[in-house]
């Protein structure tokens, strides 16, 4: 009996090892650099999804920079964006824009914003003690405002968003609620917990339409009928944005708020597994395949623990 019992344990061994070794690892963080590449490995092993057809962006681009001036604009162009998006029945018009400063022009804005009665407003760092407000006048005849804190990791990709920061929701949150009252019903997402951003693809496969373009009249009206419009710097060298899909060139800070924007919308934000579940995962693959594979050759053990990963790629893969 005992003789039979020593050779089991021996067997949970290795497997009882490697468990505490990974848990430990990840535990510190130490998996971390890991977690990374294999989260952008994963979106780029999916494949691109479309974006939501009922999200526009309207750009401040290289293009606009370089026919209206130098970044940033008299508050005069905006109220042109307004009065042209208002005349398109947008039903919502978001700017991803810090507007914390005031201007002469701050009267004339407000009053356009007022008369829209579809904007909603960015303020900056989360941080109560830090908040970067609308200007008041701004604030009070938007419909809402949003923060816009964003916290990349090591490798410069934002991979979640914190659905309040200050008191204030989330930009997104508050652009699609704003959606939700005006338009169509769109469920509310759990305020209490971060949400994991789901990248659709490339940031250039939104529907986007140039700054100048829309001003200019260039654009129909039916481009915007009905839509969320945000509105959002995507110049060269100005809030530039890392995603598993854009390096080199970035993205820009906009599209990080769009991708939110985008999950509320299709409802198919990412739900990571929570530390615990991963421990019982790791105690069971860890003890379980450890006393499996030892009864195997090794050339059959090396095979298992090959279709082990691939399998796990592979269904990674289809829940993204």
């Known amino acids: 009996m005992n003789w039979r019992f020593d050779r089991v344990g021996w067997r949970f061994l290795p497997g009882a090892i490697a468990t505490m070794l990974i848990a430990g690892l990840f535990q510190i963080g130490a998996l971390k650099p890991l977690e990374q590449v294999s989260y952008s490995m994963l979106f780029r092993l999916r494949g691109e999804r479309h974006w939501d057809n009922r999200l526009v962006l309207v750009e401040i681009d290289d293009d606009s ?17 307004l009065d042209r998006l208002t005349r398109a029945h947008a039903s919502v018009i978001a700017f991803d824009l ?8 701050d009267e004339w804005f407000a009053k356009a914003i007022g008369a829209s009665n579809r904007v909603i407003l960015a303020q900056g760092n989360g941080e109560e003690e830090n908040l970067l407000l609308p200007v008041p006048r701004l604030k009070t005849a938007a419909v809402g405002s ?8 090591d490798d410069g990709i934002v991979r979640l968003i914190e659905p309040q920061a200050g008191g204030t929701v989330a930009f997104g949150i508050a652009t699609v609620m704003t959606y939700s009252l005006l338009r169509e019903a769109i469920a509310s997402p759990d305020l209490s917990q971060p949400i994991w951003l ?17 001003i200019r009249g260039e654009v129909p009206n039916s481009a915007f009928k009905d839509k969320i419009v945000i509105v959002g710097v995507t110049a060269a060298s100005i809030d530039a944005a890392s995603t598993p899909f854009d390096r080199t060139p970035p993205a820009s800070g906009v599209h990080i708020q769009a991708t939110l924007i985008d999950n509320l919308l299709q409802r198919n934000s990412l739900a990571p597994a929570t530390r615990e579940h991963l421990f019982v995962v ?12 030892s009864f195997w050759r090794t050339e059959i053990q090396i095979a298992i623990a090959v279709v082990g990963i691939l399998g796990w790629i592979g269904i990674s893969v289809v829940l993204l």
């Open 282 to 293: 790791f105690a069971i693959a860890g003890l379980g395949f450890g006393i499996l594979l």
């Open 65 to 81: 920079i370089k026919e209206l001036g130098r970044f940033p604009w008299k508050r005069t162009e905006y109220v042109r964006l």
């Open 98 to 105: 810090l507007f914390s400063e005031p201007t002469p022009e």
């Open 146 to 153: 949003g923060h816009i804190r964003i916290q990349p990791e």
């Open 198 to 214: 789901n990248w659709a693809g490339h940031s250039d496969r939104i529907s986007h339409y140039s700054f100048a373009k829309v």
